[in-house]
């Protein structure tokens, strides 16, 4: 009986976590007290960074390097948190993705966002782009982020996504005041504008914003790769989030534009989110097929993105 309540507190603290996200995603007034309108005048300004390669190339990039670094890797070492040694939860990580902390009700998702971690990583964008005098790709942040989650990833998807959202926008400061960045300082060591300017933008996207092009584009890969995962043991909810995610930038118009009568600052990122998604499921369906390698001959099986 006390593992039976258990289960049942952690459902209802779980249901009420992704309730409060949803809330958020559709009322999102956090933006409006960011420094979003100074940033975007101060990058466009700027003359276009390097833009990121095609979707092939970042496709087959990603999957040779998750091949090289993941064989055999099982599905369950995947799928825990290294954060916090818990198994990812759908309804949990869906909620992490689809709002900022700060426009959460009660309660927030706080695993998938390790400060310190997310702090080293920008800082690390910052000298990677420094040192070699050209914008990171996502490629390059994903090998950044590689090396700093021991080749996890699953964990160095939600590092990047939890590292650009914070930078992208200031509006994750209730999971720690270390998430509150200035626009632009000369004493600041990481800002909006320093990762801005280490930061390769998307040429498929129509509006400059490499910050939030890129949280975007690491929301929806982190979605499609790991949704994936979770496919075999939640397959209704992955499915009902897998529809959610991919209708978000129509959802986004619907309930800041026609509803709520908000212009969007930095427009509703459809393509970068398109792109982002597609790749995350590509992905997704790679670390299934390595998992399934230490399974049994009938559990095997040639995994398809298509299937997926």
Request: aromatic residues 6%.
């Amino acid at each position: 009986m006390t593992r039976l309540r258990e289960r049942v507190h952690e459902s209802i603290e779980n249901t009420r976590a992704l309730t409060g996200a949803a809330w958020g995603a559709a009322t999102r007034d956090a933006v409006l007290h960011s420094h979003i309108d100074s940033y975007l005048e101060k990058i466009r300004r700027e003359a276009p960074s390097f833009d990121n390669p095609t979707e092939s190339i970042i496709q087959e990039a990603l999957a040779a390097k998750i091949i090289q670094v993941t064989s055999h890797a099982s599905r369950d070492s995947l799928l825990t948190n290294p954060w916090n040694s818990r198994r990812i939860k759908p309804s949990r990580l869906a909620a992490s993705l689809i709002a900022f902390s700060n426009d959460h009700g009660k309660k927030t998702v706080p695993e998938f966002f390790p400060v310190e971690e997310i702090l080293v990583y920008l800082n690390s964008i910052q000298e990677q782009a420094k040192k070699t005098g050209k914008q990171l790709t996502v490629i390059d942040q994903f090998n950044l982020a590689l090396d700093q989650t021991n080749n996890n990833p699953v964990a160095a998807a939600l590092l990047a996504h939890s590292s650009y959202r914070a930078i992208a926008r200031s509006c994750d400061t209730r999971l720690s005041p270390q998430l509150a960045f200035e626009v632009d300082s000369s004493t600041q060591p990481i800002t909006m504008m320093s990762v801005a300017q280490s930061t390769a933008d998307f040429s498929v996207n129509d509006q400059r914003d490499p910050l939030g092009n890129t949280y975007h584009w690491w929301s929806q890969f982190s979605a499609g790769m790991i949704f994936a995962l979770l496919k075999k043991d939640n397959p209704i909810q992955v499915a009902t989030y897998n529809t959610a995610f991919s209708a978000g930038p129509e959802l986004t118009v619907l309930l800041r534009q026609k509803i709520r009568r908000r212009q969007l600052a930095a427009g509703d990122h459809k393509q970068v989110d398109r792109q982002g998604k597609r790749i995350g499921r590509a992905m997704g369906a790679i670390l299934l097929h390595e998992s399934q390698q230490e399974a049994s001959p009938s559990e095997r099986g040639r995994v398809r993105v298509a299937q997926i």
